[in-house]
């Protein structure tokens, strides 16, 4: 199968992995991007452009769409008017969480329903799209994010073991992410636990070395203001990781039957569930729940779609 794949950000990790995944079951990609204006930003998902990029964009879309594609995968809201000027072949659009919100959410509201086949990440996400779609988390390793030992995987990334580790593995300038709650809701779980809490922000390690801080830490604190369903959160459950979150995207009913992990509604529960989870010194029994998240379950569910948009639904 030839896919045309449009993608807004192509060096997000999730996006190359689900890619490279879907390769090793046959699928053939090319991939069609804007140019941007700045490399500096490559790993975000929202990348400035101005509109002659978005012109040269089309320009070349125009070309590719010509050749023997079986389907055009729209990945992120903002590519669903350029797949849809394409009229040769049937597009499948796949949103990632932020393309529902804001401006952007009312362009992928707007053109989304002409699409032949949408996937979205959450229950929830469907349910603001307005309409129909296939609900396929982005997949993660189980291979890699597996539970170990934590005195182990403190040695490897120089942690004191006395300490308890509060894990926050996004960047700092992400407002979405909400760090200034982060280090409120830890000063004042401090006030209420004997041992030494430390804040760990970790977003600059390579991908593989992950696992060891999920392992390391204590607990996952989330405290965005949005999200669709965080691979972070994924991974933690995977891990055993116990989740402090507050109340986003899917993460209320992923978390509901998880052991020792919570999602709050306002910061005084944020502290209450941190401060449990720090005493209670217990794993999460997350990796029960998270068999769905594989990559191998994420690949054969988006070439399920891709069949049914190529057989007319």
Not at 28 to 53: G, L, N, Y
Not at 193 to 200: A, N, R, Y
Request: charged share 25%.
């Amino acid at each position: 199968m030839k896919v045309l794949s449009l993608v807004t950000n192509r060096h997000a990790r999730f996006y190359k992995t689900q890619t490279e995944m879907l390769e090793e079951q046959g699928v053939d990609f090319t991939h069609v991007f804007p140019p941007q204006q700045s490399s500096k930003r490559a790993e975000r998902i929202e990348i400035d452009r101005s509109k002659i990029d978005y012109l040269k964009f089309y320009t070349s879309l125009l070309r590719e769409s010509w050749d023997e594609y079986d389907v055009v995968h729209a990945n992120y809201g903002l590519m669903t008017p350029f797949a849809l000027a394409q009229p040769h072949r049937p597009i499948v659009l796949s949103l990632w969480g932020s393309d529902l919100t804001g401006r952007v959410g009312e362009v992928t509201k707007r053109f989304g329903k002409y699409c032949d086949e949408i996937i979205v990440m959450s229950p929830q996400m469907e349910m603001e799209l307005g309409y129909e779609a296939h609900v396929i988390p982005h997949g993660i390793d189980l291979n890699q994010f597996k539970p170990m030992s934590q005195s182990e995987a403190r040695s490897a990334v120089g942690w004191d073991r006395e300490t308890k580790h509060v894990l926050f593995p996004y960047k700092l300038s992400r407002r979405v992410k909400n760090y200034p709650l982060a280090e409120r809701v830890v000063e004042e779980v401090r006030s209420e636990v004997s041992t030494p809490i430390e804040l760990q922000v970790v977003n600059d390690v390579e991908h593989e070395d992950v696992p060891l801080y999920m392992n390391a830490a204590d607990a996952l604190l989330l405290t965005s203001r949005r999200e669709g369903f965080p691979n972070s959160v994924k991974e933690a459950m995977a891990c055993n990781l116990p989740v402090v979150s507050t109340d986003v995207g899917p993460l209320h009913d992923r978390l509901e039957e998880v052991e020792n992990s919570y999602v709050s509604k306002s910061e005084s529960e944020l502290v209450t569930a941190l401060t449990d989870v720090l005493c209670s010194g217990r794993r999460s029994n997350g990796r029960e729940y998270a068999t769905d998240l594989s990559l191998e379950a994420m690949a054969d569910g988006i070439i399920e779609v891709y069949d049914k948009a190529l057989n007319g639904g």
